[in-house]
């Protein structure tokens, strides 16, 4: 690695490591890491801002994403040494979100609503857009014209 | 601190930055000699060619919000939200035939301020006023707010620390060059910023995997595909209806037309939007590459440098950062000297001294930049919100002057009336959508609310307006 914190993620055998050697130290009382802000969430555009609050300063995160909420399937979205991860461009769905650290325990899980703004709404209103700039387009356009001549 | 990825060295970030302010202060001061009258501080001579022009406004709308607001639109929503940024380049392409007219009828004018005095009377003065400052404003935090999150991001340069440089950096060559710097760096900043996305686009094209980024973005993120995200939907007409209101409306744009010659205003407004046209587009698609390329994103307003800055390795972030660094002196500079135009032209002198000498508005137009300044500097500290959170609040407002002006500069039967309603009814509206809905739909309904009260308006009560009133001096001559 050229710089020291180039890489923000790790591979999944280097996070293994970690959580290996961690756990073969002797035992260290540590906070385990929880998100910040409200445990149940709705968006109505697909993305989300996770954040945490800091448990060591070499601490590493893993944060699992699933649809369920006893984690049958986790994704492992994010794994390295920043506080906070962006997720975007989720479905309709219900998503529950966890956290950990390298001294062991997983945190509580959030939940996460996604419930896109309805199509009808979305149409009417770019319809409208549309309509405004038009609009404005031919009251340039004519203006201009009258104005040349 | 949120996150700890930082690709350059904070010695290196200080190296950049300590060059580029030195050259940016050392032709401010070159530059500022030329501006022996106020013309010349506030209009750099009224004779600014097509090459300058051009790049005064291509520099000046690849501001923060193009080379890290549509990265996060492209993350956020997807291919749409790249093509809805880009929608921005129709403001400069449509106010190109605007900026012929408002020559013709104010040769001598000074502010986009000047204009709504003259053509609908001083309560709708104050309104726009108050709309235009409070907008110029909010822009200058969010580039502000750009600076010290990208210096923090790409060096670990405290946040407050690179706020406040860049701040600094800006107001000393705007303080002692006007608009004469300003249109000077500009030009050398939008060549800086053309060769370095070059450079950018090249390295992403060579490295990243088109398959493998569609793949991932399957799989991950399935909705910044879709056609039919109904955010991103309404988002590409919202985008389009605050990127002609910022331009229609802006003392930034107002002040460019005064200040280039006659034949060269609506040529480089047409150049200008279609050059920066395919920056967004670029500068958003790198967004969705984050994932396959394994970037974690803390803050979606940081996702264009973050990425660049990995892809390039540690010589290319250096280019990204003086890319980034470029594209938001060149704003920020632009900003700090229009609206400071506009409040020592349509405050200072129309309100409160109107017998002041060129002198003395020259000084008082220093300390309004040096005040700007450092009150943009207060409201930086506590980083409030994302750029967009920012930036968008302004979007009803700034939606809602699109046809107060344009009709005020084509329909003799525009009124006073029309304006101050189209105005209020389009900011109160998009307001409400703005809280309810959310920021992709603010300056839309704005837009539309202002546009049917105008309408409907100039048809109750239609004016007779005699165009000659815009030519001040000359009126006041005949008088």
Known sequence: MTFPYRTSTLAGWQFSLVLLLVSSL??????????????????????VRLQWRSVASDAVYEVQQSTTHDFKHPITIYQGPDRATFVSGLPNGVYYYRLRSNSGGWSEPITLTVEHYSLQLAFTLAGLGAVVFLLTVALVVKGTAKDAQ | ?????????????????????????????????????????????????????????????????TTMLAPQFALELGIWGMIAYSTAALG?????????????????????????????????????????????FVWLISMGMAGGILMNAIAGI??????????????????????YAVIGTDYIQSLLILIGIVIIGVAVFQIVDFNEIYSDLRTDKPMLLSAILPASIMAVFNNLLFGVGEVFHSNVWWSRVFAMSKK???RAYLLGGLIWLPVPVAAGFIALA?????????????????????????????????????????????????????????????????DASDGHLRKASSRIVLVLGFVAWLVCLPRIGTLADVLFFAGPLVASTIWPIATGLFWRKANTRGAIAGMIAGSVTGMIFYFTVGWYSASLVGAATSMIVVVLFTH???????????????????A
């Open chain 1, 26 to 47: 002797p035992s260290v009382a540590q906070e385990r890491p929880a998100f910040r802000g409200q445990d149940k969430r709705t968006t109505h555009d697909g993305h």
């Open chain 2, 264 to 266: 060269a205003g609506r």
């Open chain 2, 158 to 179: 405290p946040y407050e620390i690179g706020m406040s440089v860049i701040l600094f950096v800006c107001v000393a060559y705007t303080l002692f060059g006007g608009l």
């Open chain 2, 1 to 65: 601190m949120e996150h700890q990825s930082y690709i350059i060295s904070p010695e290196d970030g200080w190296i950049v930055i300590a060059g580029l302010s030195v050259l940016w202060i050392g032709l401010g001061y070159y530059w500022g000699r030329r501006a022996k009258s106020m013309d010349g501080y506030m209009l750099a001579g009224r004779r600014v060619g097509l090459a300058l022009g051009t790049a005064t406004v291509m520099a000046t709308w690849v501001t923060s919000n």
């Open chain 2, 290 to 354: 984050s994932g396959s390329l394994g970037i974690n994103i803390t803050r979606p307003d940081m996702v264009g440098p973050l990425v660049a800055a990995n892809v390039l390795g540690e010589a290319g972030t250096i280019v990204v950062f003086m890319v980034f660094f470029c594209s938001l002196a060149s704003s920020l500079d632009s900003l700090l000297a229009s609206t400071s135009d506009l409040i020592t032209q349509d405050i200072y002198k129309k309100m409160i001294k109107p």
């Open chain 2, 460 to 478: 109750l009560y239609p004016a007779k307006f005699d165009w000659h009133k815009l030519d001040e001096k000359t009126a006041l001559t005949r």
């Open chain 2, 92 to 136: 400069l392409l449509l106010f190109a035939p605007l900026a012929k007219r408002i020559r013709a009828l104010m040769p001598m004018g000074y502010t986009s301020g000047d204009f709504i005095r003259l053509r609908y009377g001083k309560p709708a003065w104050i309104l726009f006023l108050l709309i235009s400052i409070f907008y110029g």
